[in-house]
């Protein structure tokens, strides 16, 4: 069974900066469909943050672009999420997803909160 393990989550003042991790285990990522980031916000959906998919170099929500890289290390099996100039509307919990053969994958997601 595919897991996902996230971390790197935490209390961040606003214009900061937090890198996320995403492990991947029982997989390689390299063997992906697609592979990426996802927040939900109290009281919001769910929504698609940062992603890798074969052949791209990342896609990114409108509300992150230039702010937020994702990249994917193959030697560790993981994928990150580096964010900076993190502003309060970036709080949400955090989850990695990860698609393989069809099926999709899901972390339990960590907790990024930018206050002040």
């Known amino acids: 069974q595919v897991q996902l393990v996230e971390s790197g989550g935490g209390l961040v003042q606003p214009g900061g900066s937090l890198r996320l991790s995403c492990a991947v285990l029982r997989r390689s990522i390299a063997s992906s469909a697609a592979i990426g980031w996802y927040r939900q916000a109290p009281g919001k959906q769910r929504e698609l943050v940062a992603a890798?998919?074969?052949?791209?170099?990342?896609n990114y929500a409108d509300s992150v672009k230039g702010r937020f890289t994702i990249s994917g290390d193959s030697a560790n099996n993981t994928v990150y999420l580096q964010m900076n100039s993190l502003k309060p509307e970036d709080t949400a919990v955090y989850y990695c997803?990860?698609?393989?053969?069809?099926?999709?994958?899901w972390g339990k997601g960590t907790q990024v909160i930018v206050s002040s």
């Open positions: 890798l998919t074969y052949g791209s170099s990342g």
């Open positions: 997803n990860a698609r393989f053969r069809g099926i999709n994958y």
